[in-house]
């Protein structure tokens, strides 16, 4: 392998499963502008694929990136993003991005790939084999059919225990749109399993023997990764630790540091007590418990251990052991997930006996975990489990499906809570059988699409949470009030960001979040406490911006949004600062180029701006603001009738909500009537290439370009 | 009893020692735990003089411990091996093992029961015993580069004496060694002068440095292939005689 110039592996793989062929291209040469990850995917698909391409064409690509960090020691890196014409977008495919975590971003880069484009259709069932210079599609016809375990225990047979094996299931291989590709057991990106599918493209295998160079001073990389270290709370960065300490100032609840001395995971052999400092960094994997936060204080019983990505020491996948599921079900009784995709199948139900945090809901999860994983199928950050509850609670499943269809699942094991449903549902959710199979696999687009169900009740229902365009909300107004609901106008699936929340629900009371939000964002106005909103001020509207544009470095430097940025931490003897600038100062002695933080914000910008670019072209209009930033109803009412910006409420106010969108296109350099970037504001960011292409088709603000035009 | 009237570096080493006069074949090996320790305080390992076959190392005194109910697979004591010393992210580089059991432990994709991220979680860290005399690794060397870090006695690489023949790797049976093929050189566990970065590294205290113990006889080896140079052959079978009790058949001597 050739030797790194620094941070980056140097080289991105690009395979045409159409004809075979194979080629190289120079990561800095041709993406240096966009860094990686969802830059470089973004980029792929704005000058490849032309505007309305659907998500199974073969003209569709698909891009595995990742980016300078991963695979380093920089703790919180090992994430891909996976970038392609998204098939659940309501009402036409856009562009969208999967990521997942797991181990495939760091051998990626030791098999000497920063990403891997993938494009065209292979005549039949192929998996990519690839270790280091040697590249290969191979036969998959033995494999299709089958989930994705079998895959990567297969795959591993021929490349090697520690290889890492990306697969898809039989979801993806039916094209469902709900569908993901997952690495290392459970680690997987929503939403373009079936776009490889499409590809027939059934796995990647990785295989990689080579080294990232560190650029920089040994011993300055060294002091710099316990910095970040130091930094660390738990997962979603919450400084604070949910119990009372003597080593802590503050506790709060609702954090996920859950590790309180005392506890223990009970399933590992022989068991392991959480002991001494938790402020200790040789301790810091005892801080998260996923279970235990998302399953209650049983679940420290059936904890054998944490798991996670490479080189994260917050481990946010907790493998769970429990012997009654392999008892009762003849499944593993090892499982591990986090956060949605721990509770997969405790989703599903309307009620479970003993309870959302009893035993039977714990055995749901684990077989909801075990069935999905492998078969492949996506939730739509949880948005599928609510569908089926509100369809089968109002009487919709009935009245839609074939009398024979719907008598065909047992419904009375269904109310009962017994997770042996799920061993029907998930299946022929995943293999598209019936109609039930067939429509909701698409996502919440596929109930508007084919049993002409209306956006507008999903838009009205609190309960569904569902956001806009065939996707839900995700952290919007009840962690961050206009902060939160201008993040989620923004994307063309859920918005995936947690810059923000990460920040407002770090555990810090709001008097010590204003004192850091003031150095941070300029005032501590741009920070409100959870459910005591105050109107809109521009501070919000630059906090908004800054929290995008570190989503997108994060996802194209191969770091973990769900753990960034780190602007506060456990720390009092700091006043809890963390620091703005380390994504800048990891990345400058990973790759030996020194870069600033307002340099490197700027190609955070730039690449986000590129995604707004590529939307404007896909939908031909420049309309944004009219027909891409929306809300919900749900958002501007209050089942109490509270008022906005009362305590207590998560309510907001449709004027207030406008005004934060002017502010926010305003901070953009976007023109505010359609909530386009201006060729001043594509200038800016280097992206005048975009401009041009968008000025040929009218697509640019000003010069007689009317928005809704 | 037969005297013992051959010379070389275990003799030489004995004489050194002051032990020489006592020494026989048999008499060696009745105390020889003893003598061990007594040239391994002065230092005899390192008195043959350059260019002598070098057998044997002193006991290091310290070791890295695991405990894989504590491991969490995160990589960071890999990432932290190579970074730290290296300059460079590079699991394949890593004196500790960690990717290689990440997913099915020990046995692979095709061993039954399965360990790792795919079977019940179980991470077995792969570990470097520092093994005592006869050190697989350094006894294969043809080269001599392998020898005790004077800190730690830890057996390390010498890179200006390594030239890449790769026989250290066959030998050793727990495949710890690791090999740069940038480099062309062999290296493996050194214990970072006695401040291991990966112990420094692990997030959930899954390792430790400890005083030294002799691993080699309890822990499941693969089987190595037994590598001896010829020159040093000679030394080895001044010391690796039959047992007390064993009868032993005389071959005859090729050329005799």
């Known amino acids: ?709 | 009893m037969k005297r013992f009237c051959g010379t070389g570096p275990i003799v030489e080493a004995a004489d050194r020692c002051g032990l020489g006069g006592e020494l026989s074949r048999r008499g060696f090996l009745v105390f020889s735990a003893g003598a061990l320790a007594s040239m391994a305080a002065l230092g005899a390992a390192r008195v043959w003089g350059a260019g002598a076959p070098l057998v044997i190392l002193e006991n290091p005194q310290g070791l890295l411990f695991a405990d894989p109910a504590r491991c969490v697979g995160c990589q960071r004591c890999e990432l932290a091996c190579t970074e730290f010393n290296d300059a460079v992210a590079a699991p394949s580089l890593s004196r500790i093992k960690i990717s290689r059991n990440l997913n099915f432990g020990p046995a692979g994709p095709s061993g039954a029961p399965l360990l790792g991220a795919y079977g019940n979680g179980l991470v077995v860290q792969g570990l470097c015993r520092q093994c005592p005399h006869p050190v697989p690794c350094a006894t294969a060397c043809p080269q001599d580069a392998i020898v005790e870090d004077k800190a730690t006695g830890a057996r390390v690489v010498d890179e200006a004496r390594c030239v890449g023949c790769r026989l250290c790797q066959r030998a050793c049976p727990y495949a710890m060694m690791v090999f740069d093929e940038g480099k062309g050189k062999a290296s493996k566990c050194f214990l970072c002068q006695g401040r291991p970065r990966c112990v420094e590294a692990c997030p959930a205290q899954a390792l430790r440095y400890a005083p030294w113990r002799d691993l080699t006889r309890e822990s499941p080896a693969l089987a190595a292939v037994s590598v001896i140079p010829p020159e040093k052959a000679g030394a080895c079978a001044e010391c690796h005689v039959p047992a007390r009790n064993t009868p032993v058949k005389e071959r005859p001597r090729s050329g005799s």
């Not at chain 1, 020491?313 to 009784?333: F, L, N, W």
């Open chain 1, 1 to 709: 392998m050739t030797q790194s110039p620094g941070g980056f592996a140097g080289r991105v793989l690009r395979v045409d499963l159409s004809s075979g062929k194979v080629s190289r291209e120079d990561t800095a040469e041709k993406y240096g502008d966009v860094l990686g990850g969802t830059g470089i995917g973004y980029r792929v698909l704005f000058d490849e694929v032309p505007a309305g391409t659907g998500p199974f064409d073969p003209a569709n690509k698909l891009v595995f990136a990742t980016g300078a960090l991963a695979g380093t020691g920089v703790p919180c890196n090992g994430r891909t993003a996976v970038t392609a014409v998204f098939p659940t977008v309501w009402p036409a495919p856009l562009a969208g991005s999967g990521h997942m975590g797991g181990q495939f971003a760091a051998k990626l880069k030791y098999a000497g790939y920063d990403a891997l484009i993938l494009e065209g259709r292979a005549d039949k069932p192929v998996w990519l084999f690839i270790r280091d210079g040697r590249v290969e599609l191979r036969d998959a016809s033995r494999l299709w059919g089958g989930g994705i375990r079998r895959a990567t225990l297969e795959i591993s047979q021929e490349m090697g225990p520690d290889c890492v094996v990306a697969a898809i299931g039989q979801a993806g291989e039916r094209l469902a749109p709900l569908a993901i590709v997952a690495n290392s057991v459970s680690h997987s990106a929503g939403g373009v399993g079936g776009v490889m599918g499409s590809k027939n493209l059934k796995a990647v295998g990785v295989q990689g023997s080579g080294s990232l160079r560190i650029a920089g001073p040994r011993d300055e990389w060294e002091r710099l990764i316990k910095h970040h270290l130091s930094l660390l709370g738990a997962n979603n960065q919450h400084v604070v630790p949910a119990f009372p300490s003597p080593e802590s100032e503050y506790y709060n609840p609702g954090s996920r540091w859950v590790g309180e001395p005392g506890r223990r995971w009970g399933a590992a052999d022989p068991p392991v007590e959480i002991t001494g400092s938790i402020l200790d960094l040789n301790r810091i994997a005892y801080r998260s418990n996923s279970a235990a936060f998302f399953l209650g204080e049983q679940a420290w019983r059936h904890t054998v251990r944490g798991n996670g990505c490479t080189a994260c020491p917050i481990r946010c996948h907790t493998v769970v052991k429990m012997p009654s599921v392999a008892a009762k079900y003849g499944i593993k009784e090892v499982g591990q997930n986090t956060c949605v995709g721990l509770v997969f199948g405790r989703a599903f139900f309307r009620n479970m006996p003993g309870g959302n945090k009893g035993l039977g809901s714990l055995e749901a999860c684990m077989v909801g975990m075990h069935l999905a994983d492998d078969y492949g199928l996506w939730c739509n950050y949880g948005q599928l489990q609510r569908d089926f509850v509100k369809l089968y609670s109002d009487g919709t499943l009935k009245a839609r499906l074939p009398a024979k269809e719907y008598a065909s699942y047992d419904w009375d094991k269904y109310d009962a809570g017994d997770p042996a449903f799920l061993f029907d549902l998930i299946p022929r959710l995943s293999e598209r059988q019936g109609e039930l199979g067939q429509v909701m696999s698409q996502g919440t687009a596929g109930l508007f699409r084919h049993w002409g169900l209306k956006e507008e009740d999903w838009k009205r229902d609190h309960s569904t949470l569902y956001w806009k365009m065939g996707h839900p909300k995700h952290h919007a107004n009840e962690d961050d009030g206009q902060c939160g609901v201008l993040i989620n106008t923004q994307y063309n699936r859920d918005a995936q960001c947690h810059s923000h929340t990460n920040f407002v629900r770090n555990g810090l009371p709001i008097e010590e979040q204003k004192r850091l939000a003031g150095g941070i964002w300029g005032s501590p106005d741009s920070v409100d406490a959870v459910g005591d909103y105050r109107p809109m001020n521009v501070h919000k509207a630059r906090r908004a911006r800054w929290s995008l544009v570190r989503k997108e470095l994060h996802d194209s430097l191969g770091l973990c949004n769900w753990m960034g940025p780190w602007v506060a931490s456990p720390l009092k003897e700091q006043g809890y600062r963390g620091d703005d600038s380390l994504e800048s100062k990891l990345f400058s002695l990973a790759t030996g180029r020194a870069t600033s933080r307002e340099e490197l914000d700027l190609m955070g910008e730039r690449i986000f701006t590129l995604h707004r670019a590529l939307t404007i072209r896909d939908m031909g209009t420049l309309a944004m603001r009219e027909k891409h930033d929306l809300t919900p109803d749900w958002l501007y009412e209050d089942k109490h009738g509270q008022q906005p910006f009362t305590q207590g409420t998560i309510r907001m106010d449709r004027a207030d909500i406008a005004t934060a969108l002017d502010m926010f296109y305003g901070v953009m350099g976007w023109d505010k009537a359609s909530g386009a970037p201006t060729r001043e504001t594509y200038a800016r960011l280097g992206l005048d290439g975009a401009a041009s292409a968008l000025e040929r088709l009218n697509l640019l603000p000003g010069d007689g370009n009317e928005p809704g035009k």
